[in-house]
Nanobody, 119 residues
Framework: VQLVESGGGSVKPGGSLRLSCEGR??????VGWFRQAPGKEREMVSY????????YYEDSVKGRFTISRDQIQNTVYLEMSSLKPEDTGVYYC???????????????WGQGTQVTVSS
């Protein structure tokens, strides 16, 4: 599965970005978004289930981020609003069949897209 991410950039605190993850066959997998800040481990931010469309959000992004799936476009989006400096990092999308928050459970990864939130 080849994944292509886009939509990263630099914004000021309070700003918004929409990340996209596109890939053939995406509709058959759980899709997760992870981020990795400098010097920190990769952590799950959100994921969307393939089976029932249920979603998960890490506590710090609840109410600010929204994950959604466009099955026609084979794309999963992560809408990010009210961005904070601590949201800064490289954001990766990943697909898998097991789900869960551990990066090791996700076999396929995109190349990552940088998000920088700074005044």
């Amino acid at each position: 599965v080849q994944l292509v991410e886009s939509g990263g950039g630099s914004v000021k605190p309070g700003g918004s970005l929409r990340l996209s993850c596109e890939g053939r066959g995406l509709n058959y997998f759980h899709v997760g978004w992870f981020r990795q800040a400098p010097g920190k481990e990769r952590e799950m931010v959100s994921y969307i289930s393939v089976s029932d469309g249920s979603t998960y959000y890490e506590d710090s992004v609840k109410g600010r981020f929204t994950i959604s799936r466009d099955q026609i476009q084979n794309t999963v989006y992560l809408e990010m609003s009210s961005l904070k400096p601590e949201d800064t990092g490289v954001y990766y999308c990943a697909v898998g069949v097991l789900g869960g928050s551990q990066p090791e459970a996700w076999p396929y990864w995109g190349q990552g897209t940088q998000v920088t939130v700074s005044s």
